[in-house]
C-alpha cells in the first residue's frame, strides 16, 4: 500500500518522509541525506510503525506548507512542532495509535528548544530556524521517531 500526502486541518502537518504523492516541494530525498526515506508501508521496519509519526500539528511560528520538515543530522528545528496541548504535542503513528507528548526540554537561551518556541504567526528569528542543542531530549525524541540510517 503506497501512502499518499495529505493536507488536514490548520496544523496539522505529515512527516515530510512518507509517501509518493507530496505537495509542491516535499520531496525530502536530498533533505536528509544517508536517512530513509518510507514509499510504502512495507518499508516502515526502522522504526517500526509503531514508533513512526505520520501526523502532528506545527507551530504558528513556521506554518508554511503541508509538512513538517525535520533535520535529521544538525540539532534544530526548520519547521517547529506545536507546544499547544500544555506545553506539547498529539502525534498520530503509522500504525493508527495517538499518542501525547510533553516536550521536556528547559533552557535559559529564548532561542532554543520547543519550550521557548514562539506562539504567534510570523515572528522572525533573524532568518533562521528554531534553535536546537544535542542536549535537547524533545530533538532527540523526534529524530527517533522520524526515520533512521539505512
Known amino acids: 500500500m503506497v501512502q499518499t500526502w495529505l493536507r488536514v486541518g490548520r496544523s496539522s502537518r505529515t512527516s515530510a518522509r512518507v509517501g509518493s504523492v507530496a ?3 516535499a520531496n525530502q530525498d536530498s533533505y536528509n541525506p544517508g536517512w530513509r526515506i518510507y514509499r ?5 521496519t526502522q522504526p517500526t510503525p509503531a514508533n513512526a509519526w505520520i501526523f502532528a500539528d ?5 506554518l508554511n506548507d503541508g509538512y ?10 526548520p519547521d517547529v512542532p506545536a507546544k499547544y496541548h500544555s ?7 503509522a500504525d493508527g495509535h495517538t499518542e501525547y507528548r510533553k516536550w521536556k526540554y528547559v533552557t535559559s537561551d529564548p ?10 504567526k510570523n515572528v522572525v528569528n533573524g532568518g533562521t530556524r528554531w534553535g536546537s542543542s544535542g542536549l535537547d531530549v524533545d530533538w532527540k525524541w523526534l529524530r527517533e521517531h ?5
Do not use: I, R, W
Open 23 to 25: 505537495p509542491a516541494g
Open 40 to 44: 510504502k508501508m512495507s518499508d516502515l
Open 58 to 62: 506545527e507551530t504558528m511560528y513556521t
Open 68 to 77: 513538517l520538515q525535520c533535520d535529521l543530522a544538525t540539532p534544530g528545528y
Open 87 to 93: 506545553g506539547g504535542n498529539c502525534f498520530s503513528f
Open 111 to 120: 532561542t532554543v528548544g520547543l519550550l521557548n518556541a514562539p506562539y504567534a
Open 146 to 150: 522520524t526515520s533512521c540510517p539505512p
